[in-house]
């Protein structure tokens, strides 16, 4: 953020903002779920985040809030020295417990109204009029009795109704959705935040569940994984250190990607703006979860040169690609990446790295005509950047005949073949008469 005395950059701004704009027209008029605990809320933080979600809204995005309330019952709690018993990381909520949970619960829920009709000046919020709805949207069963313990009015979903809250999101309201479920016999049970954004995610259709976490997302290795399987997660869950919320929003969004949730992001609650950078940037701010089965982006290994060779004949044939023999694309598969599903190679690309120059060049992104207009170009785009980044390159240059449209929209900007490394100028076809396109990483 900048202040009077620092004016933006305007040629920074106009890249972050061509940058962003792919992904402003992809989440409009999608549905997310937004996850959050009652830590959260209680962060003097917190309007930053009610900020975004506002703009969200502005942006056309459909938001469904689930928060938690756990430091806000834990304090009624121990206001009224209530103790609050677990069996096996389960809350027993007894009537005295429940009496707490209801008023933090409400206290929680009010507060983000509240947040939600401020019109605060020279913020995202500054002239928003954002409605608000909430209701007895999930409908829960008790727990019961495990292995001899009764966990009273512990409550887990038994349903939610969606049409509901697809009407409200259909209205343009904000569905806030507190940790509570309602009984058909009119009974209040405990409900995990975490369960109901999952189960809801699955049952509105949503497109993506956003859990704002502890921490920036999933470790592996001391480095943060930018995106895996719900196998891959749970698997780093297996004997990590993890705040005990962050596990449990974990195994949600594992659980959300099973139950149909395309796409489940884990984000830093505590990192100001990182839902914003999360969704409109390419590198991110934490962790995607996808079930991708289906869909695998993956590096290529020898025996998918057959595959990419079918892809990219067409291409060579109306001179969008330079052509590849067989015997130069083994030499250098593991130059490429490419996207698979069901066994099929629908898309690829490929990274030169120069070091000496500290540049790379992206060449061979291909996609198949069937699979085109759904942003795998730009899934590549983002992998082969963040590979070039992690070698310590500065920029990425790319030749190109018939794509630059394509290539601007990104942020890559005209160039000389003179700005290109030596090795590559050596090695220009005249002939095609490509153009350079470059941008710095």
């Excluded at 995607?288 to 291409?315: H, K, Q, T, Y």
């Excluded at 694309?329 to 690829?348: H, K, N, P, V």
């Amino acid at each position: 953020m900048t202040d009077d005395s620092s004016p933006i950059n305007p040629g920074s701004f106009i890249n972050w903002f061509r940058q962003a704009a792919p992904y402003i027209h992809a989440h409009r008029g999608k549905t997310f779920v937004l996850l959050f605990g009652g830590a959260a809320v209680a962060d003097d933080r917190f309007a930053h985040i009610i900020h975004d979600v506002a703009l969200l809204n502005s942006l056309g995005v459909r938001l469904v809030l689930v928060h938690g309330a756990r430091p806000q019952i834990e304090q009624r709690l121990d206001q009224r020295g209530v103790k609050m018993r677990y069996v096996k990381d389960i809350r027993v909520t007894d009537d005295a417990a429940l009496a707490c949970v209801k008023e933090a619960v409400g206290a929680v829920r009010v507060e983000i109204e509240a947040l939600l009709s401020m019109g605060v000046a020279n913020s995202p919020m500054e002239g928003a009029c954002l409605r608000v709805a909430s209701g007895n949207y999930v409908t829960a069963k008790p727990v019961g009795v495990r292995d001899g313990v009764d966990f009273l009015h512990t409550g887990e979903v038994r349903r939610t109704d969606a049409e509901a809250i697809r009407n409200h999101l259909d209205s343009g309201s904000i569905v806030i959705l507190p940790p509570l479920g309602y009984s058909p016999t009119g009974e209040v049970f405990n409900v995990s935040a975490d369960e109901i954004a999952a189960r809801t995610a699955a049952a509105i259709g949503a497109d993506k569940l956003i859990c704002l976490t502890e921490t920036d997302g999933l470790l592996e290795h001391g480095k943060l994984l930018r995106e895996c399987t719900p196998e891959q997660a749970e698997n780093l869950l297996k004997g990590a250190a993890m705040h005990v919320d962050d596990e449990r929003q974990v195994k949600a969004a594992a659980q959300a990607c099973r139950l149909g949730v395309p796409r489940c992001h884990l984000v830093s609650r505590r990192r100001d703006g990182a839902i914003l950078q999360e969704l409109y940037t390419r590198d991110g701010a934490g962790t995607m979860i996808s079930e991708s089965d289906w869909e695998i982006l993956r590096p290529a290994n020898i025996d998918d040169v057959g595959g990419i060779l079918e892809l990219i004949e067409p291409l060579e044939q109306s001179g969008v690609l330079v052509r590849r023999p067989r015997e130069q694309l083994e030499l250098e598969i593991d130059r490429f990446t490419l996207i698979e599903q069901d066994g099929a190679i629908i898309a690829c690309a490929a990274l030169y790295p120069y070091a000496d120059s500290a540049v790379a060049e992206l060449a061979c992104l291909a996609v198949h005509p069937d699979y085109q207009g759904a942003g795998r170009g730009d899934r590549l785009l983002e992998r082969l950047q963040s590979e070039a980044r992690e070698k310590g390159l500065k920029q990425l240059f790319v030749l190109t005949t018939q794509a630059a449209q394509w290539f601007e929209e990104r942020g890559f900007v005209a160039a000389g073949i003179d700005d290109l490394p030596l090795q590559k100028q050596a090695m220009y076809n005249w002939q095609r008469n490509s153009r350079v396109y470059i941008r710095p990483l």
